[in-house]
């Protein structure tokens, strides 16, 4: 890596799966906006907002309901904002740790669906 950007696109790519864990989003549409809305909060990610307005488009095009990508989006924002820096954590080292535990110090809620 020559410079922090490229460090944090790799770090983004690298954890993405294990946020979405922490965070409690599916991997479905609407699980996927919610963990971009989680990201712009987080890190203000120009991809995160790329991503959501595609998402939000793509579902406007099909006639989809918008009201459930609306609500993972908001959630996954204020999650982001009340949450400390998740990218800033070594995941690596912590696969033996609970995922309540980890969630609680992360400041994530502990039962995300809710």
């Known amino acids: 890596m020559t410079n922090a950007q490229d460090f944090a696109v790799h770090r983004f790519r690298e954890t993405h799966d294990i946020i979405h ?6 991997i479905d549409g609407v699980g ?7 990201n712009l909060a987080q890190n203000r990610s120009p991809l995160a907002a790329m991503l959501i307005f595609g998402g939000i488009l793509n579902s406007l095009q099909k006639g989809e309901a918008l009201e459930p990508l609306l609500q993972d989006l908001a959630r996954g ?13 070594k995941h690596e080292d912590d696969w033996e740790r609970a995922l309540l535990e980890w969630r609680q110090q992360l400041r994530l809620p502990v039962h995300p669906d809710r």
Do not use: H, K, Y
Request: no cysteine; net charge negative.
């Open 32 to 38: 996927e906006l919610g963990l971009q809305g989680f």
């Open 21 to 26: 864990v922490l965070t409690g989003f599916g």
């Open 77 to 89: 924002f204020q999650m982001g904002v009340n949450a400390d820096l998740v990218i800033a954590s």
